[in-house]
């Protein structure tokens, strides 16, 4: 058995060493960015308040409290660990030089014993540190515990592994933080379960940046020389219009319907599709795969796809993919229902956006992982619809403009609210005990 067990080894070692390489190496190249300091400019400084995120949504559920902070002329530390987030950095550091300290957290390349140089404790020099959500590093967590005056979660939610045996490890981990300000009410009644006490009211903080991109809408849509769209768009009513968000190429099912098809051959109905895509080689494979379905059905009018250079001539047709980046937010306040993506496959995108829009949302089964859908479900469950089944998909279009009356202005009632909570939690973040 020990020589079967050494030869499985000498065969696995090495394949799994060549299968790991490449990460290692991208992992190694992106620590070794923090040597020299990327911001030496004023190492001597001590900043106001440092924020960690492990990931691009989590960066941006802080963002807009971060840039607020950043143009109240405050010094940040910003501590990040995915390779995914350093694009958005660097647009950070152009945007504001001489305010953002940048680290990337060292996974394979530090050792607060050995190197403690190399560590996040021996970057940090803000009194007050901020977590997002639930991933936490003990590096981390010791910093809070011994050296910041306010240590702070921010859009707190309880992983599934902190119920049940997993409490008795999580709940003591919660205890460390002075301010838990959860993203949910319904998180907020789990985080009093877990701890005996109730914590900070529900505070979504993207629901800020959302808002102030709906409110920037026209200029970004100016910027992306979408004139002559938006005039196209506009000359259709409200009711013809229907935008499909954040959709796969695998849902094409949820429009096969007859009624829908008639509509769009009568020029009775603007379709719009967004697609999903997480890389340029997803979207061009989506793509094809969306005119292949066009062209599957001869008595439509023909898919168009418009990018940048169809924005600047020639007719828009009423069934058209919409292939430009940066504008689906934007584009919600436009349609008064949307469909949202990827509720029939491993799980729905943001309905917060349309929500925030005053679009009403439809979208499939499969919410278990959306804290966004949680929240609207709960408090305002007029604004949208779930389907069962892909079949139902026209049916509740037809439902939701029957009855959009009843909940327009939802969003706008929500974000009062949030305006609210966000300046008082502002106003405990940006307080400097030695003024």
């Not at 789990?190 to 009211?201: T, Y």
């Not at 009624?259 to 020029?267: D, M």
Request: net charge positive; hydrophobic share 40%.
């Amino acid at each position: 058995m020990r020589a079967f067990l050494g030869m499985v080894c000498r065969v696995l070692w090495p394949l799994s060493a060549a299968i790991l390489r490449p990460f290692f190496q991208k992992r190694l190249a992106f620590e070794r960015k923090n040597r020299p300091a990327p911001l030496p400019t004023f190492p001597d400084k001590r900043a106001h308040i440092a924020f960690e995120v492990s990931s691009e949504g989590e960066l941006e559920q802080i963002r807009f409290l971060l840039e607020d902070i950043l143009r109240e002329g405050k010094i940040v530390e910003l501590i990040y660990c995915s390779e995914s987030v350093e694009k958005n950095v660097d647009h950070l550091l152009q945007t504001f030089p001489k305010a953002l300290r940048v680290f990337r957290l060292p996974l394979l390349t530090s050792s607060p014993l050995t190197d403690p140089k190399s560590s996040a404790l021996h970057f940090l020099t803000a009194p007050i540190l901020v977590l997002c959500r639930y991933d936490f590093f003990p590096e981390l967590l010791l910093y809070g515990l011994t050296k910041a005056r306010l240590f702070v979660l921010l859009s707190g939610a309880l992983s599934p592994r902190a119920r049940g045996m997993g409490a008795l490890f999580y709940r003591p981990l919660f205890r460390l933080f002075d301010l838990i300000v959860p993203v949910s009410p319904q998180e907020g009644e789990r985080f009093k379960a877990l701890l005996g006490s109730p914590v900070s009211r529900a505070l979504d903080l993207r629901a800020l940046r959302i808002r102030s991109r709906l409110q920037k809408a026209h200029t970004t849509f100016r910027a992306k020389g979408m004139e002559r769209y938006l005039d196209f768009i506009e000359s259709w009513p409200g009711e013809n219009r229907l935008l499909l968000g954040q959709f796969y190429a695998h849902e094409f099912d949820i429009i096969k319907d007859p009624a829908l098809w008639q509509a769009l051959s009568e020029g009775k109905i603007l379709l719009c599709l967004c697609l999903h895509s997480s890389s340029q080689k997803e979207r061009d494979e989506t793509v094809r795969k969306a005119l292949a379905f066009s062209d599957s059905f001869p008595s439509l009018p023909p898919l168009q796809i418009i990018g940048e250079k169809e924005l600047q001539g020639g007719e828009f047709s009423p069934f058209h993919l919409l292939d430009l980046r940066g504008v689906l937010c934007e584009l919600y306040s436009l349609f008064p229902v949307s469909y949202i993506g990827g509720g029939f496959g491993k799980s729905i995108h943001s309905v917060l956006e349309p929500f925030l829009a005053d679009s009403h949302v439809i979208c499939g089964p499969k919410v278990h992982r959306s804290s966004e859908y949680e929240f609207i479900h709960t408090q305002y469950p007029k604004a949208l619809t779930t389907l069962s089944r892909k079949e139902d998909f026209l049916g509740a279009f037809r439902k939701a403009l029957d009855k959009k009356h009843t909940f327009l202005g939802l969003g706008p009632r929500f974000m009062t609210i949030m305006e609210e909570r966000y300046e008082k939690l502002r106003r405990e973040l940006l307080y400097d005990p030695s003024r």
